[in-house]
């Protein structure tokens, strides 16, 4: 199964775990519902900030929105690289590769790559979940603004946040950053 199907299954799983139609959660994401359709469908790839507007109304994290089905046994311990989820913003281009086991951990991991010169804005600030994110720079210069602050973070740099205002990356080098995440919160 391709990224895009995975995601469509993931999202279709939590929507109807919240107990909500494609209308009721496309009120409460501000995501058309024609568009969380086709999503559901793997018939497009949403972009960065649709998926975090959908995680958002869901209560998870993005990382759990690239999650596998829940499995029928208990999730293994281990996460081969061969079987992390890879995934790439279509709009920005970023690529972002959850690195955690999926459900063996209330802590996710998420292995960044992003372009230079790209900017991504998450705009969404009240969460029904509460959402913890370090960021780790490993290379490259990354600018991340959260509510009214703003931070330029280089390789070594941490920058610990609660998602409970809009986030906003930038990249301003003129090489790839790239930087880990690491989540505690909303993980189903």
Partial sequence: MD???????????LRAAAGLSLEALAQKSGVSRSNISLIERGQSSPTAVVLDKLSSALGVSVASMFEAAAPAAPPSPLARVADQPVWSDPASGYVRRNVSPA??????LVDVVFPAGQRVAFETSERDADIHQLVWMIDGVMEIAHGGEQWRLNPGD???????????????????????????????
Avoid: K
């Fill in 3 to 13: 990224i895009t199907q995975r995601i469509g299954r993931r999202l279709h799983e």
């Fill in 103 to 108: 459900g063996a951990s209330p802590l996710q």
């Fill in 158 to 188: 941490c920058l610990a946040m609660r998602l409970d205002a809009p986030v906003r990356f930038h990249n301003p080098g003129a090489s790839s950053a790239r930087y880990l995440v690491a989540l505690t919160g909303a993980c189903p």
